[in-house]
């Protein structure tokens, strides 16, 4: 029968991506400038330049692939055109928003699995919007109107958002190598998006 070819046992993709992603997850973490003394204006508007850089061709490739498995909506997560929208409050111009530098050492997205990896970095990284949102209210005086709509990219929705890609990623029927390839290209995208960051001097 069909309920004896699963392994209860095995972890769901979710734990796997975790214990795969984790020290990568944390050694990204401690680099942001977020919280920083130093975090000035000027750093963050190239900070999310930066972003912009790799979110831009990240997003491009990932919805232009055509293997993200069905059920995901990428009209209510792409977060590009909310990164535009900061970048014009913070006085680039579209000629100056398309002259930016972008990465172009973007993982290897080729099966739905490895979509799905990319996809899981990208959502998880919305979590945090709600304190670094506040941190740069105070700091900075950037709110969703003047530059931090990103940073906050779902409002009130974040914690149902996330919820909702958590079911999304438990209803996907990898097998044990296509969970590899979803870990394999987590793991590509965290370190491109630092390798990246730090390319373009915005880390710390």
């Known amino acids: 029968m069909h309920s004896q070819a699963h392994d209860v046992s095995a972890p769901s993709l979710l734990e ?4 795969g992603t984790g020290l990568l997850h944390v050694a990204l973490e401690q680099r942001l400038p977020f919280f920083s003394e130093r975090l000035d204006a ?6 999310l330049q930066a972003y912009y850089g790799f979110y831009q061709p990240m997003e491009a490739a990932l919805y232009d692939s055509g293997l993200i498995p069905d059920g995901y909506e990428p009209v209510l ?3 590009t055109p ?3 929208h900061d970048l014009h409050a ?3 111009t ?4 398309h002259a930016l ?4 050492q973007l993982p290897v997205l080729n099966t739905p699995a490895a979509c799905l990896g990319a996809l899981y970095v990208l959502e998880g990284a919305t979590l945090g919007g709600q304190v670094l949102r506040r941190e740069m209210a105070l700091r900075l005086d950037v ?4 530059g931090g709509a990103f940073l906050n990219v779902y409002g009130a929705e974040t914690g149902r958002r996330w919820k909702d890609f958590l079911d999304y990623l438990s209803r996907q029927p990898l097998d044990t190598d296509a969970a590899a390839r979803a870990v394999m290209a987590a793991r590509s995208t965290f370190s491109g998006f630092e390798q990246w960051l730090d390319s373009q001097e915005v880390l710390l």
């Open 16 to 19: 796997t991506l975790r214990t």
């Open 143 to 146: 709110n969703a109107d003047n």
């Open 42 to 47: 000027q750093w963050y508007r190239r900070l």
């Open 94 to 97: 579209d000629h100056a928003i």
């Open 82 to 84: 909310t990164l535009v």
């Open 101 to 104: 530098p972008r990465c172009t």
């Open 77 to 79: 997560r792409v977060k």
């Open 90 to 92: 913070l006085g680039l």
